[in-house]
């Protein structure tokens, strides 16, 4: 399928390379939210970075969107909750500048201590003033760490070699992990008040913003020093400002602002502050590796493959991913075929899962199966984001059954769907790397959804059948490829399953139903 992909923000050469080798790809920067709005229309995914702005009212005009990728870590340019309620899949590349961030966060510790740029600039104006910028050495110092993350781990490890005491604060930390990482782990008020430098790793969020403030400050020694490369805002800006301004903080070094471009920001007005335009990532080694990272993840999406940074889906620990990750094709494939031979109006719809993948945690899995079941029936785009909420919205009651134990397969995960009409029931399974559809009701089969037309036959099982059947579909000049027949009982019912090169118009339909013992001759795409 040809997509169409629309890059609004600079990215790496080997990241537009990536997707124009499955989509055509413009790139139009400096784009407004309003001109974005405007064109978004005719796309089927937008790659950002932090520039571009990706509002709602972007996210309700992109009508063919499916997905939205973020060269970088934070998403807060992107309307979250809006392309959630879309059916808009978000993916980002938290990994790629991880060493660069911590790199720089480094740097600016090293030149905030040593005074380097003030002095750089004091010499290129003729000055040698060497008393004015005494520093201080990082040896022995304490280092208190706001978030140990992926960054602020890094930033940790990096840091031994200067050997420097490292306190952090993050209550999402094991204490295991922190005697690993070779930190003391403190609570807030502690790490303010015993840390010479901060450095803050932690996103912003509604409740970072202003994470540290006027009370805050009031708790840190006056020779402290913060660093911040994570994002702007975190810091109050006018509260740090006072604080530095009347010696109660000794100096600050920062690459983010809350407000970017900076222009007239109340810290740039601080002969003791530092400050870069937002240079964490800019390496070139980290832009061209979340380019090609956040492109791998958006051609994932657009082929229906689950992306390894989901910031708005299910996420899968490696683990897990490792064994459920090729079930994803099995679970949708079940929920598809179940919604094309069920009848009548769907009340509660029953998720088993048996065997090996009972072990895990299914949510993706069942977020698979509604959106197989709900694609053909609604007019909302169905995937794995927003098919919970849309099963919710229609009034479906789903349950989820688990077993560790199943006779036949290593794993099986079957769908129940129970309508005023029945209940249709559909298995399947995973071999030899492909889905395969094992039940149908009560009948135990074996067939490959690998596309095409197929004809479902309830029936009575009786010599001549079959042949009869053959008759009429050869006389339409329709070719049977493949047969499956699953019966209860020698002359009982039974199911026939045609794999058929063309499809069965309603009169050859009729003409089936009108075989003496056929019951049923359903249609179904796969």
């Not at 992306?307 to 099995?330: G, H, I, Q």
């Amino acid at each position: 399928m040809n997509w169409k992909i629309l890059v609004a923000d600079p990215i790496a050469d080997e990241g537009i390379a990536a997707l124009t080798s499955e989509a055509t790809v413009d790139v139009r920067l400096g784009l407004k939210p309003d001109e974005l709005a405007s064109v978004i229309g005719d796309y089927d995914a937008l790659v950002v970075r932090s520039e571009t702005k990706v509002p709602a009212e972007v996210i309700e005009a992109g009508q063919r969107l499916q997905v939205i990728g973020r060269a970088g870590i934070g998403v807060e340019n992107i309307a979250l909750k809006a392309a959630t309620r879309q059916g808009i899949v978000v993916v980002n590349a938290p990994t790629g500048n991880i060493v660069s961030t911590a790199e720089h966060t480094l740097s600016l510790l090293l030149a905030l201590a040593r005074h380097i740029p003030q002095a750089y600039i004091s010499l290129r104006s003729g000055e040698w003033s060497r008393k004015e910028f005494i520093g201080t050495e990082l040896r022995n110092k304490t280092l208190g760490i706001i978030g140990l993350g992926r960054v602020g781990s890094e930033v940790a490890r990096m840091v031994k070699a200067l050997e420097m005491k490292i306190i952090a604060c993050d209550p999402f930390v094991s204490k295991e992990q922190g005697d690993y990482l070779g930190v003391e782990l403190v609570s807030r008020e502690d790490l303010l008040r015993r840390s010479d430098f901060i450095t803050i790793h932690v996103p912003l969020t509604t409740a970072t913003k202003g994470f540290i403030g006027d009370q805050d400050l009031s708790l840190v020694k006056p020779t402290v020093r913060f660093i911040n490369t994570a994002r702007g805002g975190i810091i109050d800006e006018e509260a740090l400002y006072k604080a530095i301004e009347e010696g109660r903080v000794a100096g600050a070094a920062v690459d983010v602002f809350s407000k970017e471009p900076a222009g007239d920001n109340i810290l740039l007005k601080s002969d003791k502050v530092i400050a870069t335009p937002h240079l964490g990532a800019s390496t070139a080694e980290a832009q061209t590796t979340v380019a090609v990272d956040v492109a791998e993840q958006v051609l994932a999406v657009l082929n229906g493959r689950p992306a390894r940074y989901a910031v708005n889906v299910p996420l899968m620990p490696p683990e897990t991913a490792s064994v459920l990750t090729p079930f994803l094709a099995v679970a949708s494939d079940v929920g598809k075929l179940c919604t094309q031979l069920a009848e009548g109006h769907t009340d509660t719809i029953v998720i088993k899962y048996e065997g090996e993948i009972a072990d895990y945690d299914n949510t993706a899995l069942k977020a698979a199966v509604l959106g197989g079941l709900l694609e053909s029936v609604t007019e909302e785009r169905v995937n794995l984001v927003n098919a919970g909420v849309i099963a919710q919205s229609r009034g479906l009651k789903v349950i989820e059954q688990k077993t560790v134990r199943c006779e036949n397969y290593a794993s099986l995960i079957s769908v129940e769907v129970a309508t005023d009409v029945g209940t249709t029931t559909v298995a399947g399974t995973l071999m030899r790397g492909e889905t395969h559809i094992v039940q149908v009701n009560s009948y135990w089969i074996d067939i490959v959804p690998t596309g095409g037309y197929w004809l479902f036959s309830d029936h009575l099982d009786r010599p001549g059948l079959i042949g009869a059947v053959g008759m009429v579909t050869g006389s339409a000049d329709i070719n049977i490829s493949s047969m499956q027949v699953g019966r209860l009982e020698p002359r009982g019912r039974a199911l026939m399953v045609l794999a058929l090169e063309k499809e069965v118009n309603e009169e050859v339909r009729q003409q089936l139903l009108a075989i003496p013992d056929v019951y049923t001759a359903k249609l179904v795409k796969l």
